[in-house]
Every structure is written in structure tokens, then in C-alpha cells.
């Protein structure tokens, strides 16, 4: 079995990190290049930067985030928000990123998943998933960093992702983002079930018995947390020694 990896997450708006709750009411929270530095130096797995206002610009502007990020930290980094072309894709890349995360195109144009697995290979494609509950066993994805309800079922679309070539989905609950009640168990299982590629689950974490609970409830591969680490409610430490004490394996 693979380790469980833990990932800091960076929503990002105007060079600040930002949190809300639901995707929404953000606030500034610190520096991105401080912040990724010290979770890097604090153990994290990976790093992923989203850009949660790049739906309004149609581009991504976390480049030179990223340039300066590689200079201290040498851990997988993952940028998403605004990557809506091959192009897009290359300029994270060149940058220094490992990965890009691809929402609303993705929805927008099912065959740029293909398109951009077979460019650069399907471990460099993530494929951003943000779920919103509308009824019982049943989640709508969003777009636009969750503003935008798009008719796709969730459950669907991950089946199909997956066949189009995405290496790998990050999972995020509206419903629990931001809220530190945990995350939304029901659907990071389901979503488990039906596809085989990794899953990052996204939204809920406050304590470290939150993310013990996701793991024994689905076949999740990471966690991306934000709050949890953001406000100081835990450590990565802690974090991997609640999930070690659980059994689960990690990378120390």
C-alpha cells in the first residue's frame, strides 16, 4: 500500500494566502512563500497552490509564486486555478510545478483532459472536482471555485475523468470546506469506489481525528488541508503520528 500523503493547500488571491468557509467570506491569512516554506521544512508531502480568483481573469498569475517556492522547497507542487490551455499548462510547468489541477475547462471541454494527459503524461494532470451535496448519495460538481453549479454529477464525472486520462482527482467539498467539522465521508468513499487513479481529498479538516476518520472510512490517498495548519490547530507531526497511531502508513 502506497503512503497516505498529507498536502498543504494554499488558496491564493492577489499574492495572499486566503481561507473562507464554503469556498466563501475569504480572508488573508499569511505570505504564500513563508507559508509553503514552513510546511515544506514541517514535513508535508506536497504542496498545492490554488489561484481562487483566476476564474475572473482567465489566467493563473501564481508563476512567479512558483518560481521563487522551488528556490527553498523540493517536495511535488501542484498549481491550479485559470489553466485553461496547453500553453497554460507549460507555463506552470516551466515555472516549477509538477502538476496542474484543471477545473472548469475540464468540464467545459471534456477532450482537453486527453489532450493535455497525452502532451505531458497523465501523472502531471489533476483533475479538480468540487462537490456540493443537492440531494441524499447524489453531489453536483462547480466551477469557478464553487460559485458555478454545472448540472455534472460528481460520481459521473470522476468515472470519466479517469477514462480521459487524469492521473490523479482532488476532491473537494463545498459543503465542509472551511468549516473544520471534518470532511464529507459519504462522498470521498463513493468517489473511492469508482475510480482506481489517487484521490486528494479537500474540505473539513480541524482536528487530527479527522483525517484518521477519512482514512478508515475510504480508499483516499491524501489529504489536502488547509485550516487545520492555516490557524495552527495542528501539525503535520501531529497529523502523521494520529495516523500512524491509527495504523496507516506515512512518510516520516
Known amino acids: 500500500m502506497n503512503k497516505f500523503r498529507i498536502i498543504a493547500r494554499l488558496d491564493i488571491k492577489n499574492e495572499h494566502v486566503i481561507k473562507g468557509i464554503h469556498l466563501e ?36 498569475s501564481l508563476s512567479d509564486i ?24 507549460q507555463t506552470a510547468l516551466n515555472s516549477g510545478a509538477d502538476k496542474v489541477a484543471i477545473n472548469t475547462k475540464a468540464i467545459a471541454e471534456p477532450d482537453f483532459i486527453e489532450k493535455a494527459a497525452k502532451t505531458f503524461g497523465s501523472q502531471c494532470i489533476v483533475l479538480s472536482i468540487v462537490a456540493k451535496n443537492i440531494a441524499p448519495q447524489k453531489w453536483e460538481a462547480y466551477v469557478d471555485n464553487g460559485r458555478e453549479p454545472t448540472g455534472i454529477d460528481v460520481i459521473d464525472w470522476a468515472k470519466k ?40 481529498s479537500s474540505g473539513g479538516a480541524g482536528k487530527d481525528k479527522d483525517i484518521v476518520d477519512l482514512v478508515n472510512s475510504s480508499n483516499i490517498d491524501a489529504a489536502a488541508v488547509a485550516s487545520i495548519l492555516h490557524y495552527e490547530l495542528s501539525t503535520i507531526e501531529s497529523i502523521k503520528f494520529s495516523l500512524g497511531e491509527n495504523g496507516t502508513k506515512v512518510r516520516v
Not at 505570505?31 to 480568483?53: L, Q, S, T
Request: contains cysteine; charged residues 25%; hydrophobic residues 40%.
Open 66 to 89: 512558483i518560481k521563487q517556492a522551488c528556490k527553498d522547497i523540493f517536495i511535488p507542487i501542484t498549481v491550479g486555478g485559470g489553466i485553461r490551455t496547453i500553453e497554460d499548462i
Open 161 to 200: 475523468v479517469e477514462v480521459l486520462g487524469a492521473g490523479e482527482i482532488i476532491l473537494t467539498s463545498i459543503d465542509k470546506e472551511g468549516t473544520k467539522k471534518g470532511f464529507d465521508l459519504e462522498l470521498n468513499n463513493l468517489v473511492s469506489q469508482v475510480v482506481s487513479i489517487p484521490i486528494i
Open 25 to 60: 467570506g475569504l480572508r488573508k491569512v499569511g505570505n504564500p512563500n513563508e507559508m509553503a516554506k514552513r510546511y515544506y521544512d514541517a514535513g508535508a508531502d506536497e504542496i498545492i497552490f490554488m489561484d481562487a480568483v483566476a476564474a475572473y481573469y482567465d489566467r493563473n
